[in-house]
């Protein structure tokens, strides 16, 4: 199991892969996460490396939350559908604050909504 949520300025300044985003404030980010979604992240790391070995491995970085706003926002209900029937929109066109955890949700909404059509 991969030790995620815990980086340090020293650990990031010393890995093997160097980060692409220049600034940024290290948090904890236990303390903005749920344990439900922790284990959620560390489930779909696990899914992808089993599809890809090695994709994230101990010196990944991951970068998260990502919040932001895209505008204009297109007409969707709570389940993802827009107003033209069966078409959903998801991620980050869905002008829902945006990024892999909330795409991950969007999608799961969209999906939850075609099993039970």
Not at 45 to 66: C, D, G, R, T
Not at 93 to 98: A, N, R, T
């Given at each position: 199991m991969l030790s995620l949520f815990n980086s340090?300025?020293?650990k990031i300044n010393t890995n093997a892969v160097i980060p692409s985003?220049?600034?940024y404030t290290n948090?904890?980010?236990?303390?903005?996460?749920?344990?439900?979604?922790?284990?959620?992240i560390l489930n779909m790391i696990e899914q992808?490396?089993?599809?890809?070995?090695k994709a994230i491995q101990e010196y990944s970085l991951i970068n998260a939350p990502v919040l932001e706003k895209m505008f204009p926002k297109p007409f969707i209900d709570k389940h993802m559908e827009s107003n033209i029937p069966n078409?959903?929109?998801i991620g980050d066109i869905s002008?829902?604050?945006?990024?892999i955890i909330t795409g991950g949700?969007?999608?799961?909404?969209a999906g939850k909504k075609i099993i039970n059509s």
């Amino acid at each position: 199991m991969l030790s995620l949520f815990n980086s340090t300025i020293e650990k990031i300044n010393t890995n093997a892969v160097i980060p692409s985003l220049k600034t940024y404030t290290n948090i904890d980010i236990n303390s903005v996460i749920t344990a439900n979604l922790r284990r959620n992240i560390l489930n779909m790391i696990e899914q992808l490396n089993k599809l890809y070995p090695k994709a994230i491995q101990e010196y990944s970085l991951i970068n998260a939350p990502v919040l932001e706003k895209m505008f204009p926002k297109p007409f969707i209900d709570k389940h993802m559908e827009s107003n033209i029937p069966n078409i959903f929109i998801i991620g980050d066109i869905s002008g829902k604050v945006i990024g892999i955890i909330t795409g991950g949700a969007t999608g799961i909404a969209a999906g939850k909504k075609i099993i039970n059509s």
